[in-house]
C-alpha cells in the first residue's frame, strides 16, 4: 500500500496522484520480501491510496 496526499504541483486530479502511488509500489517493489518468502505473485495485491481534502480515491493493481 502507498498513501498519497495529491500535489497540486505535480498531479493535476487526484486520480494523477493514485496512479504515482502505484507507480511508486513498483519501482520501490514493495512486493520483493514477500515474493522471497514463497508468496505467489498473483496472492499479492497493490493498492494506491491518494488523499485531496476529504476525497480519497482507492486505486487496486
Known amino acids: 500500500m ?3 496526499v495529491r500535489n497540486v504541483k505535480r ?3 487526484i486520480e494523477d496522484t493514485v496512479r504515482v502511488a502505484l507507480a511508486q509500489i513498483e519501482e520501490r517493489q ?3 520480501i514477500l515474493l522471497e518468502m514463497g508468496i505467489a505473485k498473483d496472492c499479492i495485491r497493490h493498492y494506491g491510496f491518494a488523499f485531496e481534502g476529504k476525497q480519497v480515491l482507492i486505486e487496486g493493481a
Do not use: G, R, S, V
Open 2 to 4: 502507498e498513501f498519497k
Open 11 to 13: 498531479e493535476d486530479t
Open 30 to 32: 514493495y512486493d520483493t
